[in-house]
């Protein structure tokens, strides 16, 4: 059971724009920054965009994220094959003094 | 570039006890908080630890209070993570993170090694 909540799968098809939920509580979306991270088959997750809407160097700019209150989203437009992955959300939790993250969400280019 | 490379993974029994440790290069050490993140195989990602740049803060998930230990040493620019009293559900890839905010999640991660947790 993780803090954040994301749905478990997502799909689209090659150039549709895709977006992923991420739903917390005020005591981390809510009163902190909000990251997401893309995760290919068999390797370790990539840090895809920092708070909020940042895109670090190298990030193609059809990734995009935003946050409103206590919930963040993810959207991928002009949706490509190689983007098929894991995308988890994750932000720090002032109660729990930790990061927390949510189950991930199984992206599938159709 | 920035280079995390996590080793000391294998196969423990339960009760037991590893240390893992983490090479960092490519960036100054001692300017980030590190963390370390765990993956059961086929499962989400799960927050382990943290520690201040200069060591003098940690933090631990529930879970892991009491059993594992994080440290650092600056001068050799390497992290670790002792864990002891192994549970079969502490079975995961175990990945070294590095944070630029202490309480921030991470920007850079290793490649994992694997902690299989087994009689």
């Known amino acids: 059971h993780s803090v954040l909540t994301q749905p478990p799968s997502a799909s689209g098809t090659p150039g549709q724009r895709v977006t992923i939920s991420c739903s917390g509580s005020?005591?981390?979306?809510?009163?902190?920054?909000v990251y997401w991270y893309q995760q290919l088959p068999g390797m370790a997750p990539k840090l895809l965009i920092s708070?909020?809407?940042q895109r670090p160097s190298g990030v193609p700019d059809r990734f995009s994220g935003s946050k409103s209150g206590t919930s963040a989203s993810l959207a991928i437009s002009g949706l490509r094959s190689e983007d098929e992955a894991d995308y988890h959300c994750?932000?720090?939790?002032?109660?729990?003094?930790?990061?927390?993250f949510g189950g991930g969400t199984k992206l599938t280019v159709l | 570039e920035v280079q995390l490379v996590e080793s000391g993974g294998e196969v423990v029994q339960p009760g037991g006890s590893l240390r893992l440790s983490c090479a960092a290069s490519?960036?100054?050490?001692?300017?980030?908080?590190m963390q370390w993140v765990r993956q059961a195989p086929g499962k989400g990602l799960e927050w382990v630890s943290l520690?201040?740049?200069?060591?003098?803060?940690?933090f631990y998930a529930d879970s892991m209070k009491g059993r594992f230990s994080v440290s650092r040493d600056n001068s050799k620019n390497t992290l670790y993570l002792q864990m002891n009293s192994l549970r079969v559900e502490d079975t995961a890839f175990y990945y070294c993170?590095?944070?630029?905010?202490?309480?921030?999640?991470?920007?850079?991660w290793g490649q994992g090694t694997l902690v299989t947790v087994s009689s």
């Open positions: 708070r909020n809407d």
């Open positions: 993170t590095r944070a630029r905010v202490a309480v921030a999640p991470p920007d850079s």
């Open positions: 994750a932000a720090w939790d002032d109660s729990l003094s930790g990061v927390v």
């Open positions: 005020s005591s981390n979306i809510g009163s902190t920054y």
């Open positions: 490519g960036f100054t050490f001692d300017d980030y908080a």
């Open positions: 520690i201040t740049w200069d060591g003098s803060q940690t």
